[in-house]
């Protein structure tokens, strides 16, 4: 090889960002600060309190994710894969330890306080346990057996139960979709993924008639099935969708613009900054904007899966179609709650909902397909 082919091939190492999702994240994190500050500002004055309080929060949020972001992006994805052990042991304790020193959040022992931002690691368990599958499945490429097979649920199963105890079923959800989804890509047999979600399926179930979910959890399974009820713990639940799908059908096309709204300025939608922030974009910005918000969503989600499918190895592949499933599905679930058309999971709207954990975590996401993107022609 030449000297001149060599400092190519360093400088495609160093270098070849996608600039495309660089653009999409920034631009879908720039417009949560927006809406967050849109939908909170008037509500927190009505309340005497200072109206700059999430929007200032989201900006440092959003800071600390666009560090982090760059900083996972300069490091070689293929080296994630030597601490993978570390990182799943670290998630796992930190999991238990929430029961021990975590603070409650809506009924949910989730979080870890630290002051100005609040830690919740099942959100970042499913960064792990993407990135520990990953690391399992790109080490065996004579494909997948039965034991290697079981030894994937395992090493999911564990956190997921921990998840489940806290109880955080939203977040559950999406690590098991996210998990099944790159079985699949590694080449587990559909006829086994099928059978996985028989007992899926029949696990959720025993779930609900053995009393493992909580009442509020019940309360939202059946909201979803039936949008009428009189019974206290379903009420609430039929009572903040409603008003979510009035709050979206009230922007008509073109919305009433930022700031405005009276769902969304008289607090009818609960959460509106966090999961139900979908509600304030349809009120707002009608459907116009929603529908170039759900483009951008589309565009990062192209982006990531662009990625997936042009990377040099099964690692960085598999590392970003969990990556892609996580982002997409999460997107998805929110918009659909927001409209009636999904159950309420408390999931939140990826770079766009309010909070510290989320959006930091959807910057390392992202920040780890750049990784892949920087060399995917070496």
Same mark, same amino acid.
């Given at each position: 090889?030449?000297?001149?082919?060599?400092?190519?091939?360093?400088?495609?190492?160093?270098?070849?960002a996608?600039?495309?999702?660089?653009a999409g994240l920034?631009?879908?994190?720039g417009?949560?600060?927006?809406?967050?500050?849109?939908?909170?500002?008037?509500?927190?004055?009505?309340?005497?309190?200072?109206?700059?309080?999430?929007?200032?929060?989201?900006?440092?949020?959003?800071?600390?994710g666009?560090v982090?972001m760059?900083?996972?992006?300069?490091?070689?994805?293929r080296r994630?894969?030597?601490?993978?052990?570390?990182?799943?042991?670290?998630?796992?304790?930190?999991l238990?330890?929430?029961?021990?020193?975590?603070s409650s959040?809506?009924?949910?022992?989730?979080?870890?306080?630290?002051?100005? &931002?609040?830690?919740? #690691?099942?959100? =970042?368990?499913? $960064?792990?346990? %993407? @990135? !520990? /599958? *990953?690391?399992?499945?790109?080490?065996?490429?004579?494909?997948?057996?039965?034991?290697?097979?079981q030894r994937?649920?395992v090493?999911?199963?564990?956190?997921?139960?921990?998840?489940?105890?806290?109880?955080?079923?939203?977040?559950?959800?999406?690590?098991?979709?996210?998990?099944?989804?790159?079985?699949? &890509?590694?080449?587990? #047999?559909?006829r =086994?993924?099928? $059978?996985?979600? %028989? @007992? !899926? /399926? *029949?696990?959720?179930?025993?779930?609900?008639?053995?009393?493992?979910?909580?009442?509020?959890?019940?309360?939202?399974l059946?909201?979803?099935l039936?949008?009428?009820s009189?019974?206290k713990?379903?009420?609430?639940?039929?009572?903040?969708?409603?008003?979510?799908k009035?709050?979206?059908?009230?922007?008509?096309?073109?919305?009433?613009?930022?700031?405005?709204?009276?769902?969304?300025?008289?607090?009818? /939608?609960?959460?509106?900054?966090?999961?139900?922030?979908?509600?304030?974009?349809?009120?707002?910005?009608?459907?116009?904007?929603?529908?170039?918000?759900?483009?951008?969503?589309?565009?990062?989600?192209?982006?990531?899966?662009?990625?997936?499918?042009?990377?040099?190895?099964?690692?960085?592949?598999?590392?970003?179609?969990?990556?892609?499933?996580?982002?997409?599905?999460?997107?998805?679930?929110?918009?659909?709650?927001?409209?009636?058309?999904?159950?309420?999971?408390?999931?939140?709207?990826?770079?766009?909902?309010?909070?510290?954990?989320?959006?930091?975590?959807?910057?390392i996401?992202?920040?780890?397909?750049?990784?892949?993107s920087?060399?995917?022609?070496?």
């Amino acid at each position: 090889m030449s000297q001149f082919d060599m400092l190519s091939s360093r400088r495609n190492e160093r270098g070849h960002a996608d600039i495309g999702l660089i653009a999409g994240l920034l631009a879908l994190g720039g417009f949560g600060v927006v809406m967050v500050y849109s939908a909170t500002k008037q509500l927190l004055e009505n309340a005497g309190l200072n109206p700059h309080y999430y929007v200032q929060h989201q900006l440092i949020y959003m800071v600390l994710g666009i560090v982090t972001m760059y900083t996972v992006s300069r490091i070689d994805y293929r080296r994630f894969e030597i601490a993978t052990t570390l990182f799943y042991v670290l998630i796992v304790l930190s999991l238990m330890g929430v029961f021990v020193v975590g603070s409650s959040a809506l009924g949910a022992e989730r979080w870890y306080n630290l002051g100005i &931002i609040q830690i919740q #690691p099942s959100e =970042f368990t499913v $960064l792990v346990i %993407i @990135l !520990a /599958v *990953a690391t399992y499945c790109s080490r065996r490429p004579e494909g997948l057996a039965m034991y290697d097979v079981q030894r994937i649920l395992v090493m999911a199963v564990v956190p997921l139960l921990l998840i489940v105890l806290q109880p955080d079923l939203g977040t559950a959800i999406i690590l098991s979709v996210s998990v099944a989804a790159m079985m699949v &890509i590694a080449g587990v #047999p559909p006829r =086994f993924m099928a $059978l996985l979600g %028989i @007992l !899926a /399926v *029949a696990g959720t179930v025993a779930a609900v008639l053995f009393g493992v979910l909580q009442h509020y959890q019940i309360a939202r399974l059946i909201g979803f099935l039936s949008h009428s009820s009189t019974n206290k713990f379903v009420e609430p639940v039929i009572y903040t969708v409603n008003n979510s799908k009035s709050a979206i059908g009230a922007g008509g096309l073109r919305g009433s613009g930022l700031f405005g709204g009276l769902q969304t300025t008289l607090g009818y /939608v609960p959460e509106n900054q966090t999961d139900f922030i979908f509600s304030a974009i349809g009120e707002q910005l009608g459907f116009i904007g929603s529908s170039l918000a759900i483009l951008l969503m589309g565009f990062v989600g192209y982006r990531i899966f662009a990625i997936a499918r042009d990377a040099k190895d099964q690692f960085g592949r598999l590392l970003c179609v969990g990556i892609f499933v996580f982002f997409a599905f999460s997107c998805f679930e929110n918009i659909g709650m927001n409209m009636g058309i999904m159950p309420v999971t408390g999931i939140p709207l990826p770079l766009v909902s309010y909070g510290g954990s989320s959006v930091i975590v959807f910057f390392i996401a992202g920040g780890t397909a750049l990784s892949v993107s920087r060399r995917r022609m070496i």
